[in-house]
């Protein structure tokens, strides 16, 4: 069996000939011409398709295909110039109809003509590569009826002036559209295209290019935007029910140009109703049709951005360089935070949150916040009285919300050392006081700062809350050592380590002498207890009680500085003190001295103190008594120091002066840190490298750092290159 060929088996045809009637092939398609009169005329009941099949068949078999295909083409042609004629003679609304009408019957007939010639469609069609017969009557439809002369422009005229009454608030068929347009569709898409959608777009651009106009000239912005939205909701309804998918993109865009795009800038600057105005008013809904509308068209949302962007520059400049704004820092501050969170609703509610505003908001709030250079003095001064008193009854989560937002401002800080400068006073301040309202709040906050800049930042600020706790611990071991003094005067004393807390220089003062005598008491026990330290009082950072008795036997207790303290108990020995025999005695500096004596004689209702003359300064020939006649509802009577809230001018230069000292050695730090992994770097790579590097502390200014780089050349930290003066080596 192997050794033997593969034989490919063949059928061969008969090898008689067989002979066919010469009339065959006319008889056989005047059957098939009158099944097809019959078919168009509906009256294709009475057809018997099985023979009709049968014959199509056999004259394809017998090489008659030819006779067969264009026999149908003419007779299929002839009909539809009929149909065309009956098309035609149709009036007014019934013109589509009738159209309508005539297509499905077409399709109809069709599909029957094709099941009789199944047999040409499959095996002379592909062979002769001629059109297949459902192709081929969609062609012939396509030719005779909708491009015929007097159908082409009349159809297109028509659905047309259809479209223009829907637009104009008429209701018009939308079945029949549907029907009229599928059709159009199933002749091929250039079909569609040329003869309905191409001039479509051109006709629906005239329209609207015509009523954009109209609108702009009689609607504010917000109206224009509703008028815009509709027309596009309107063109996407219109695609859903009988336009081609394909088209929503291209209608989308002739509305999108002829009424956004060309009126873009019209529209954000328009007076009392533009984008400005809206922000100003809090127009949510106007903002977020805008943004949804303009982020269709190219440049639309950059056009938004940059006019928001411009106006909240200009608002904040306006805000922070205001002098009457800058007189209370409280207020400012929570101008910044209340501007900040009206921008922050727009972008949630308008803008979808979208990043690129997030990040447009941001830089503005950089930008202005660091014009003002106070701006880190009043965050922290801000920071201070909600701490003291502005977060009372507040509930945990507030507290968090507040101090988050203040995080926030402060990340927009470029001098974050300036704040840490001011923050470390105030909380001092608050700390020894006992005015903070929570240690949670003083805490959170701490950790906020340390997560933001690192533990560097926030160690001395931990520093000053262990010093309390260990002064607390202190202060009873003290009292559990010396029994005896449980009748006199009470001694608080805080223990600062020198390092952690704002320096102060240590000022001399007179203290009375049952206070002396106590202080010399905890200042043995303290260094009997620790070796190797050294305590210098700061009487001008404490406070006291003492109780009083006044004119008609009023009793009260007052609350005041030691240095008011050591004023006060010098009237306990004299009835009347001149100016100069009260610093005489007490040796308070000059300043702190009339803030103290000012603060007791001159301010209504703590004035436990008269003096002569009766003015609002101190001079240096005043003369002080206790004013008999003091009265207050209340038994404890708080006598603050007359104190500016904000710094002044000397006392600001001198904060500047300091956090210009600080900065130096984190300068020369930065500037050898980098220069040891780099070895060697050019002058203008070390600037871009140090103010990178310390660009979370502070903005280095480049002055000063060529002046640090300069003093480790003095200390041989770092060479000059010989050739190349601009190059610096790291010497190890």
Same mark, same amino acid.
């Given at each position: 069996m192997?050794?033997?060929?593969?034989?490919n088996?063949?059928? /061969?045809?008969?090898?008689?000939?067989?002979?066919?009637?010469?009339?065959?092939?006319?008889?056989t398609?005047? %059957?098939?011409?009158?099944?097809?009169?019959?078919?168009y005329n509906?009256?294709?009941? +009475?057809?018997?398709?099985?023979?009709?099949?049968?014959?199509?068949?056999?004259?394809?078999?017998?090489?008659?295909?030819?006779k067969?295909y264009?026999?149908?083409?003419?007779t299929?042609?002839?009909?539809?110039?009929?149909?065309s004629k009956?098309?035609?003679?149709a009036? +007014?609304?019934?013109?589509? =109809?009738?159209m309508?009408r005539?297509?499905?019957?077409h399709?109809?007939?069709?599909q029957?003509?094709?099941?009789i010639l199944?047999?040409?469609?499959?095996?002379?069609i592909?062979?002769?590569q001629?059109?297949?017969?459902?192709?081929?009557?969609?062609?012939?439809?396509?030719?005779n009826?909708?491009?015929?002369?007097?159908i082409?422009?009349r159809?297109?005229?028509?659905?047309?002036e259809l479209?223009l009454?829907?637009r104009?608030?008429?209701?018009?068929?939308?079945?029949?559209?549907?029907n009229?347009?599928k059709?159009l569709?199933?002749l +091929?898409?250039?079909v569609?295209?040329?003869d309905?959608?191409?001039?479509f777009?051109?006709?629906s651009?005239?329209?609207? *290019?015509? =009523?954009?106009?109209?609108?702009i000239?009689?609607?504010?912005?917000?109206?224009?935007l509703?008028?815009a =939205?509709?027309r596009?909701n309107?063109?996407?309804?219109?695609?859903t029910h009988?336009?081609?998918?394909r088209?929503?993109?291209?209608?989308t865009?002739? %509305?999108e140009?002829?009424?956004i795009?060309?009126?873009?800038?019209?529209?954000?600057?328009?007076?009392?109703?533009?984008?400005?105005n809206m922000?100003?008013?809090?127009?949510?809904?106007?903002l977020g049709r805008?943004?949804n509308?303009?982020?269709?068209v190219?440049? +639309?949302?950059?056009?938004?951005?940059e006019v928001?962007?411009?106006?909240l520059?200009?608002?904040g400049k306006?805000?922070?360089?205001?002098?009457?704004?800058?007189k209370d820092?409280?207020e400012f501050?929570?101008?910044?935070?209340?501007?900040?969170?009206?921008y922050?609703?727009?972008?949630?509610l308008?803008?979808?949150?979208d990043k690129?505003?997030?990040?447009?908001?941001?830089?503005s709030?950089?930008?202005?916040?660091n014009?003002?250079?106070?701006?880190?003095?009043?965050?922290?001064?801000?920071?201070?009285?909600?701490?003291?008193?502005?977060?009372k009854? %507040?509930?945990?989560e507030?507290v968090?919300?507040?101090?988050?937002?203040?995080m926030?401002l402060?990340?927009?800080?470029?001098e974050?050392?300036?704040?840490?400068?001011y923050?470390k006073?105030h909380?001092?301040k #608050?700390l020894?006081s006992?005015?903070?309202?929570?240690? !949670?709040a003083?805490?959170?906050?701490i %950790?906020?700062?340390?997560t933001?800049?690192?533990?560097?930042?926030?160690?001395?600020?931990e520093?000053?809350?262990?010093?309390m706790?260990?002064?607390?611990?202190?202060?009873?071991?003290?009292?559990?050592?010396?029994? /005896?003094?449980?009748d006199?005067?009470?001694?608080?004393?805080?223990?600062?380590?020198?390092?952690?807390?704002p320096t102060?220089p240590?000022?001399?003062?007179?203290?009375?002498?049952?206070?002396?005598a106590?202080?010399?008491?905890?200042?043995?026990?303290?260094?009997?207890?620790?070796?190797?330290r050294r305590?210098?009082?700061?009487?001008?950072?404490?406070?006291?009680?003492?109780?009083?008795?006044?004119?008609?036997g009023?009793k009260?207790?007052?609350?005041?500085?030691?240095?008011?303290?050591?004023v006060?108990?010098?009237?306990?020995?004299a009835e009347?003190?001149?100016y100069?025999?009260?610093?005489?005695?007490?040796?308070?500096?000059?300043?702190?001295?009339? #803030?103290c004596l000012q603060s007791?004689?001159?301010v209504?209702?703590?004035?436990?103190?008269?003096k002569?003359p009766m003015?609002?300064?101190?001079? =240096?020939?005043?003369a002080?008594?206790?004013n008999?006649?003091?009265t207050?509802k209340?038994?404890?009577?708080?006598?603050?120091?007359v104190?500016a809230?904000?710094e002044?001018?000397?006392?600001?230069?001198?904060?500047?002066?300091r956090?210009?000292e600080?900065?130096?050695?984190?300068?020369?730090?930065?500037?050898?840190?980098?220069?040891?992994s780099?070895?060697?770097?050019?002058?203008?790579?070390?600037?871009s490298e140090?103010?990178k590097q310390?660009?979370?502390?502070f903005?280095?200014?480049?002055?000063?750092i060529?002046?640090r780089?300069?003093s480790?050349?003095?200390?041989?930290?770092?060479?000059r290159?010989?050739i !190349? *003066?601009k190059?610096?080596?790291?010497?190890?």
């Open positions: 192997s050794n033997q060929k593969k034989r088996f063949q059928i /061969e045809a008969f090898k008689h000939r067989v002979v066919v009637d010469p009339k065959y092939a006319d008889k398609w005047k %059957v098939l011409e009158h099944a097809i009169h019959e078919i509906h009256n294709a009941s +009475g057809l018997s398709f099985e023979e009709l099949y049968r014959n199509a068949y056999n004259m394809v078999l017998h090489k008659f295909g030819e067969l264009s026999g149908l083409v003419t299929m042609t002839s009909h539809l110039k009929e149909i009956s098309i035609e003679a009036q +007014g609304g019934m013109f589509l =109809e009738e309508n005539k297509w499905t019957d399709n109809k007939a069709l029957m003509i094709r099941d199944m047999y040409m469609d499959r095996t002379y592909p062979s002769t001629k059109t297949p017969v459902h192709e081929l009557g969609l062609n012939l439809w396509r030719d009826i909708i491009r015929s002369s007097k082409q422009t159809l297109l005229n028509t659905l047309l479209v009454r829907e104009t608030g008429e209701v018009i068929n939308r079945g029949l559209m549907r009229i347009i059709m569709m199933d +091929g898409p250039s569609y295209q040329e309905f959608e191409n001039p777009l051109e006709v651009a005239e329209f609207y *290019r015509g =009523e954009s106009q109209k609108f000239e009689c609607c504010d912005c917000g109206d224009y509703k008028k =939205e509709r596009l309107e063109e996407l309804d219109r695609v009988y336009l081609d998918a088209s929503e993109a291209k209608i865009n002739v %509305v140009k002829e009424m795009a060309n009126h873009m800038l019209r529209l954000v600057h328009m007076d009392n109703s533009g984008l400005v922000l100003l008013d809090d127009k949510y809904e106007d805008m943004y509308l303009f982020r269709r190219s440049n +639309g949302l950059s056009t938004i951005r928001m962007t411009s106006h520059r200009e608002t306006q805000l922070v360089t205001d002098p009457e704004r800058l820092p409280v501050v929570q101008r910044l935070l209340d501007e900040k969170d009206k922050d609703s727009i972008i949630r308008s803008f979808s949150n690129t505003f997030l990040n447009a908001l941001n830089s709030f950089e930008f202005f916040i014009l003002n250079n106070r701006s880190p003095e009043f965050i922290s001064l801000f920071v201070d009285d909600k701490l003291r008193k502005g977060l009854g %507040v509930s945990e507030d968090e919300i507040i101090l988050d937002k203040v926030m402060f990340r927009y800080l470029q974050k050392d300036v704040f840490e400068k923050y006073q909380l001092a #608050r020894l006992g005015k903070t309202v929570s240690d !949670d003083e805490r959170s906050l %950790v906020k700062l340390k933001e800049c690192g533990y560097q930042f926030t160690s001395k600020l520093g000053m809350f262990t010093d706790k260990t002064s607390q611990d202190t202060m009873q071991g003290f009292y559990a050592s010396h029994p /005896e003094l449980g006199g005067p009470t001694l608080t004393v805080q223990v600062l380590t020198t390092g952690s807390w102060q240590s000022v001399t003062c007179n203290l009375p002498s049952e206070m002396s106590l202080c010399e008491k905890f200042r043995s026990y303290y260094l009997g207890t620790h070796t190797g305590l210098s009082w700061q009487t001008n950072m404490g406070t006291a009680d003492i109780k009083a008795s006044f004119g008609k009023q009260h207790e007052l609350n005041v500085s030691t240095y008011q303290m050591c006060l108990m010098l009237f306990n020995n009347r003190l001149s100069k025999e009260i610093e005489q005695a007490t040796e308070i500096p000059t300043v702190d001295l009339k #803030r007791m004689a001159c209504k209702g703590k004035n436990v103190l008269r002569e003015s609002k300064d101190i001079g =240096e020939d005043d002080f008594f206790v008999d006649k003091f207050s209340l038994y404890k009577v708080k006598i603050g120091t104190v809230q904000k002044s001018e000397p006392e600001k230069q001198e904060t500047r002066q956090v210009e600080d900065r130096k050695p984190q300068i020369e730090a930065a500037i050898v840190r980098i220069m040891k780099r070895r060697a770097l050019d002058h203008n790579n070390i600037i140090v103010t310390l660009q979370s502390r903005l280095a200014n480049p002055t000063e060529k002046k780089i300069e480790l050349i003095e200390r041989d930290f770092l060479e290159d010989s !190349d *003066r190059l610096y080596r790291y010497l190890a």
